[in-house]
């Protein structure tokens, strides 16, 4: 199959057959048609568009970073840079004998404070649930945060991951990616946080340039030597 | 309204209208897509003498919370007309005409926004005419859709927008200022191209039936011209010039 990638905007038509239309397509009679601006993608039996703007659209198992905005008796509520607030309930943090009286929520997630956590759940009747009972999820103690547009993420984390393998390596930072577009660099030394900060800027900007990864490189070894 | 005698010549005997145009031919029309910064999506309209700035916000959370809608998004425009869009100035508070352009926009873009995707939430659509002459609300409609799809609000098709009219017994496209006060009937329609539906249609005057369909066509025919520009501001921002 054929696997031509073409730019749409919402009405144009991107294929018709016996196709499963998946992200930003809809079907119309025998029509597949875009929703979003973006660029198609046909796979054997399935279409779809990744879209080049809007806002994040939480998806169960997907890794996000979140800020706490306010807190109950029984959860914590967080921006996730959607539409939606994230839900964070406090079993989640301090296992199945947490009790509302003797537990104290502020005492380990306080307003303002970042959470790496994953969608355990969503749909459209519901906020998203989210957890943070994972390796490698939890709350953020240090490092910097770069917002970037969530319909960008993809090509920060590059094919099979090479973009953000190659600004890691460059500049001996950890970096950890929300799906939402929230991105939290760390890294022991001031110039190479600074560096993974504005080549991480530099993919936001110019998502759409063709060798965007030669682009970025050239960038953090031309620094790299002054 | 109607009949009324014009003291200019509307259309003269070669088919050249006061402004220099064929019966046939729109204003000149630029839009670009993604003006604003801080709006989730923009778009600025250049519709001849018509400069109208569009900014989207959403999906977002709905306040007050007992408008939001648990099984779909809800769509919310404001139309509004500076002090300075016109010759004398316009008192800045919402007029009944404004109001009434507020709904019929709303309801124009609302077949073509996919909402039902975000429940609970709404799209806030505002509308600033900073210069007015004569079809704002279709040069609007044209830019809002396209501030939509630059927001990234999915939707079924572009709404294109354009105005006919009846002026000096003829069918034009595209009524501005001076034919829209002295014309004799004035048609906007909103149409989705590739859908090939009309989202809005209001009339001002007096057509035959036959006058009535060929006014139908001719500004259909302009929405499909309008569908053109808008296609190109999309491009031009998202695939630098490269489409297809």
């Known amino acids: ?160 991951g090479s973009m953000i393998q190659m600004i890691e390596q460059a500049t001996n930072a950890a970096v950890t990616i929300g799906q939402n577009g929230w991105v939290v660099i760390s890294c022991e030394s001031p110039e190479g946080l600074l560096k993974a900060k504005k080549a991480i800027q530099m993919v936001n900007e110019k998502a759409h340039v063709a060798n965007l990864t030669d682009q970025v490189k050239e960038m953090l070894e031309s620094k790299g030597e002054s | ?97 404004e109001i009434e352009i507020s709904k019929v926009i709303k309801e124009a873009l609302e077949p073509a926004v996919m909402l039902e995707k975000f429940p609970r939430t709404a799209v806030d659509v505002f509308i600033e005419v900073l210069q007015a002459d004569g079809g704002t609300r279709c040069a609007a409609l044209a830019a809002a859709s396209v501030a939509l799809a630059d927001a990234g609000i999915p939707m079924r098709d572009m709404v294109a927008a354009c105005a006919s009219g009846k002026v000096a017994d003829t069918i034009v496209l595209d009524v501005n200022n001076e034919e829209d006060q002295a014309g004799q009937a004035d048609m906007p329609i909103g149409y989705m191209p590739n859908l090939e539906k009309i989202t809005l249609l209001q009339l001002d005057g007096v057509l035959t039936p036959e006058e009535y369909k060929k006014c139908v066509d001719v500004g259909v025919n302009g929405c499909k011209l309008v569908y053109e520009i808008q296609k190109k501001a999309l491009s031009d921002k998202y695939f630098g010039n490269g489409k297809d």
Request: proline share 5%; glycine share 8%.
């Open chain 2, 1 to 97: 309204m109607g009949g009324r005698e014009a003291t200019m010549v509307l259309l003269d005997e070669n088919g050249i209208r006061c402004d220099g145009r064929k019966i046939d031919e729109t204003r000149k029309i630029t839009i670009k897509a993604g003006v604003l910064k801080n709006a989730d999506g923009s778009a600025y309209i250049e519709f001849g003498d018509n400069k109208i700035l569009v900014g989207i916000f959403g999906p977002r959370d709905v306040h007050p919370k007992h408008m939001s809608d648990t099984d779909t998004g809800i769509l919310r425009v404001r139309y509004h007309m500076e002090p300075f869009s016109v010759t004398e100035r316009k008192r800045p508070a919402p007029s009944r005409r």
């Open chain 1, 1 to 160: 199959m054929e696997n031509k990638r073409k730019y749409v905007i919402p009405g144009d038509l991107v294929t018709t057959g016996p196709f499963r239309p998946e992200q930003n397509v809809v079907l119309e009679g025998k029509k597949i048609i875009s929703t979003s601006i973006g660029i198609t993608e046909i796979y054997d039996d399935s279409v779809r568009v990744i879209s080049l703007t809007g806002k994040y659209i939480p998806k169960i198992d997907d890794l996000v970073i979140g800020k706490v905005i306010s807190h109950t008796s029984l959860s914590w509520e967080l921006d996730i840079n959607s539409c939606y607030a994230g839900f964070l309930p406090a079993q989640d943090v301090f296992g199945r004998d947490f009790s509302a009286h003797a537990d104290e929520l502020s005492s380990k997630l306080k307003t303002g404070d970042l959470v790496a956590a994953r969608i355990a759940n969503f749909d459209r009747t519901r906020d998203p649930l989210i957890t943070i009972s994972d390796r490698d999820l939890g709350k953020i103690d240090s490092g910097s945060l770069v917002k970037i547009s969530p319909s960008k993420v993809p090509r920060l984390i590059g094919k099979r």
